[in-house]
């Protein structure tokens, strides 16, 4: 019986085991991919404090080093479903179920899909959630960015650094973007900006993207390229168990607690105003310091 699980290794995830860990609780840290999570997609952050600028697989690392230093239990596999039995939660695994006093869901959210009809079948082909990832095979070539919002000019930035050029089709007539993000993209001589531009359709060609169709002034017009990264927002991660939610995300009090008794959600799974690494690593430590504080009395 472990006092916490925790779903998820991102920043808020670990940040909540490395306070539950120097408080001498038995935790393990659950992760389906790479400790760090969403950190090891982003190009590039410069407002995360001690950093100037750093790259998102760096901090991921540095996460990791201090997951390996305070010796955390990490489990490398994906939680299937979690079930609440009063003082206890049960974590069911693939191949075993494991028990726990807390448990903190940090899961995340998962980049959303055009869902428009070739995507699947053409992702890896020219479609891409992560430029950080798959910028580098699309080196002097012409590609597009598809979104409206911070990420998706950030990451136009990044690519303008290594493709020929970049469209950036957003189908409104504003981005929804910090002002200097935006004077930076505006500066870059091989980035073009279509605004009131709907994304339509994938055009394929022998199994690869070979161009997208998007409508502008009631018009089809055709783009021609190679690859194209998709920054359209993210939905979170969320299990099958009757947890209250607003929209889609979970909802928490001050002290991170879910609709469930102790089951706690941090990170970007929780309905916020804001999803940044800071706050983040903050409702990580507020979860923890509750639950420290729980444990203590019990
Ligand atoms: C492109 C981009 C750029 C950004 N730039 C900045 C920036 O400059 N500054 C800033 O402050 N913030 C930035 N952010 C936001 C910031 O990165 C996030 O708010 C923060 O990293 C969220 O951390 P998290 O721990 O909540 O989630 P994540 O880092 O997403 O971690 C969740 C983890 O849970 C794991 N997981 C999910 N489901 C399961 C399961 N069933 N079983 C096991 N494991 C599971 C996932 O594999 C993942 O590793 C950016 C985000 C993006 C997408």
Same mark, same amino acid.
């Given at each position: 019986?472990?006092?916490?699980?925790?779903?998820?290794?991102?920043?808020?995830?670990?940040?909540?085991?490395?306070?539950?860990?120097?408080? =001498?609780?038995?935790?393990?840290? /659950?992760?389906?991919?790479?400790?760090?999570?969403? *950190?090891?997609? /982003?190009?590039?952050?410069?407002?995360?404090?001690? @950093?100037?600028?750093?790259?998102?697989?760096?901090?991921?690392?540095?996460?990791?080093?201090?997951?390996?230093?305070?010796?955390?239990?990490?489990? !490398?596999?994906?939680?299937?479903?979690?079930?609440?039995?009063?003082?206890?939660?049960?974590?069911?695994?693939?191949?075993? !179920?494991?028990? +726990?006093? @807390? #448990?903190?869901?940090?899961?995340?959210?998962?980049?959303?899909?055009?869902?428009?009809?070739?995507?699947?079948?053409?992702?890896?082909?020219?479609?891409?959630? +992560?430029? #950080?990832?798959?910028?580098?095979?699309?080196?002097?070539?012409?590609?597009?960015? /598809?979104?409206?919002?911070?990420?998706?000019?950030?990451?136009? *930035?990044?690519?303008?650094?290594?493709?020929?050029?970049?469209?950036?089709?957003?189908?409104?007539?504003?981005?929804?973007?910090?002002?200097?993000?935006?004077?930076?993209? *505006?500066?870059?001589?091989? /980035?073009?900006?279509?605004?009131?531009?709907?994304?339509?359709?994938?055009?394929?060609? =022998?199994?690869?993207?070979?161009?997208?169709? @998007?409508?502008?002034?009631?018009?089809?017009? !055709?783009?021609?390229?190679?690859?194209?990264?998709?920054?359209?927002?993210?939905?979170?991660?969320?299990?099958?168990?009757?947890?209250? *939610?607003?929209?889609?995300?979970?909802?928490?009090?001050?002290?991170?607690?879910?609709?469930?008794?102790?089951?706690?959600?941090?990170?970007?799974?929780?309905?916020?105003?804001?999803?940044?690494?800071? =706050?983040?690593?903050?409702?990580?430590?507020?979860?923890?310091?509750?639950?420290?504080?729980? #444990? =203590?009395? !019990?």
């Amino acid at each position: 019986m472990y006092d916490c699980i925790i779903i998820g290794g991102g920043i808020s995830g670990i940040t909540a085991a490395v306070y539950l860990k120097h408080a =001498n609780k038995k935790v393990l840290l /659950i992760e389906k991919s790479a400790l760090g999570g969403i *950190l090891n997609k /982003i190009s590039k952050i410069e407002n995360y404090p001690g @950093y100037k600028s750093v790259t998102g697989p760096d901090l991921a690392y540095n996460l990791y080093e201090q997951v390996k230093y305070n010796e955390i239990e990490v489990l !490398e596999s994906t939680v299937i479903s979690i079930e609440n039995q009063g003082n206890t939660n049960l974590v069911k695994l693939k191949d075993k !179920e494991l028990t +726990c006093k @807390y #448990l903190i869901l940090a899961t995340g959210k998962e980049a959303r899909k055009l869902n428009l009809e070739n995507e699947d079948r053409l992702v890896g082909r020219g479609i891409s959630y +992560c430029a #950080l990832c798959d910028g580098p095979f699309f080196r002097n070539k012409e590609v597009a960015v /598809i979104g409206a919002g911070d990420s998706a000019l950030l990451e136009a *930035l990044y690519l303008s650094n290594i493709c020929s050029h970049i469209t950036i089709i957003n189908k409104y007539s504003k981005f929804k973007c910090k002002e200097t993000l935006l004077n930076q993209v *505006l500066k870059k001589e091989n /980035i073009t900006i279509l605004y009131d531009s709907m994304t339509k359709s994938l055009n394929e060609e =022998n199994g690869l993207l070979k161009s997208i169709t @998007y409508m502008k002034d009631e018009k089809e017009e !055709e783009l021609q390229v190679s690859g194209a990264f998709v920054y359209i927002g993210s939905t979170p991660n969320i299990f099958d168990i009757n947890l209250e *939610l607003d929209g889609n995300y979970i909802k928490v009090n001050e002290d991170m607690e879910t609709s469930i008794e102790r089951i706690y959600a941090i990170g970007d799974v929780i309905k916020k105003d804001i999803y940044q690494l800071t =706050n983040a690593a903050s409702e990580g430590m507020i979860a923890a310091t509750n639950i420290i504080k729980r #444990l =203590n009395k !019990e």
